[in-house]
């Protein structure tokens, strides 16, 4: 069975501090896809990456970056520096690598990231 | 690239009535469509999957008289909820795919807040 697991339920921390967001997953599959996606309080859902299994290289993009470990199942995402505009909720995903059109996620039930003054 | 509109951002309705809301990718030829469900504080939960020129693939659970989907265009899909009830008070959310052959990126759009009276 396919799970996603983000321990952290709610996360809070001080503008400029570093946050580690956790995500653990299971698959039976040896080729799937990972993403993690933003939501703000405004609702609407950014991608922030994706990532498939074949690639451990770890990523990183402004102040983001993300730690792909096959190992361990995790893909973990770090904000360097935190800042208020941070403050969302942040989903982890899985996605199996299948043809035809059954290539639904299946999500994490998110952290929710505060990030205060 | 990869915007995905959604209209409306936010509707109230009498119970009884019917509310349709569009999903539309801006920018791009979305090969799938997804709906979802949120409801507050927690994960999505996908309703159904479309594709264009197909029947929607339901997800367990979704009854599909209710909640009914059109994929007309390859970069419109609608969801219709008929007889709204309040228990359908929540949060759509659309999601447009694009494609490789083993993969697809969602990209969604902002939302549509539900509420029935």
Redesign the interface.
């Known amino acids: 069975a396919q799970k996603v697991t983000q321990a952290q339920t709610e996360i809070s921390v001080v503008e400029k501090e570093d946050v580690t967001l956790d995500c653990v997953y299971e698959t039976r599959d040896t080729?799937y896809?990972l993403?993690w996606?933003k939501q703000p309080p405004?609702?609407?859902?950014?991608?922030l990456i994706?990532r498939?299994s074949f690639d451990e290289q770890n990523e990183i993009s402004g102040r983001y970056s993300w730690n792909f470990q096959k190992s361990t199942s995790s893909f973990n995402f770090t904000i360097t520096a935190s800042q208020v505009v941070d403050s969302a909720v942040y989903?982890c995903a899985l996605?199996e690598?299948?043809?035809g059109?059954?290539?639904?996620?299946i999500?994490?039930?998110?952290t929710?990231l505060a990030v205060n003054p | 690239g990869a915007v995905v509109s959604q209209h409306p951002s936010r509707v109230i309705c009498k119970s009884g009535t019917s509310v349709k809301i569009e999903c539309r990718s801006l920018d791009f030829q979305a090969t799938t469509m997804f709906w979802y469900r949120q409801f507050p504080k927690q994960s999505l939960m996908l309703m159904a999957t479309s594709n264009e020129g197909s029947k929607a693939t339901y997800e367990q659970g979704v009854e599909k008289d209710k909640f009914l989907i059109n994929h007309a265009s390859l970069t419109l899909s609608t969801l219709t909820v008929t007889s709204a009830h309040p228990e359908d008070s929540s949060f759509y959310i659309c999601s447009a795919g694009t494609s490789g052959r083993w993969v697809e990126t969602q990209y969604f759009g902002p939302g549509t807040r539900l509420l029935v009276l």
């Open positions: 080729t896809y993403f996606y405004s609702g609407e859902l950014v991608f994706r498939n989903f996605s690598a299948r043809a059109n059954n290539r639904k996620l999500w994490g039930l998110g929710s």
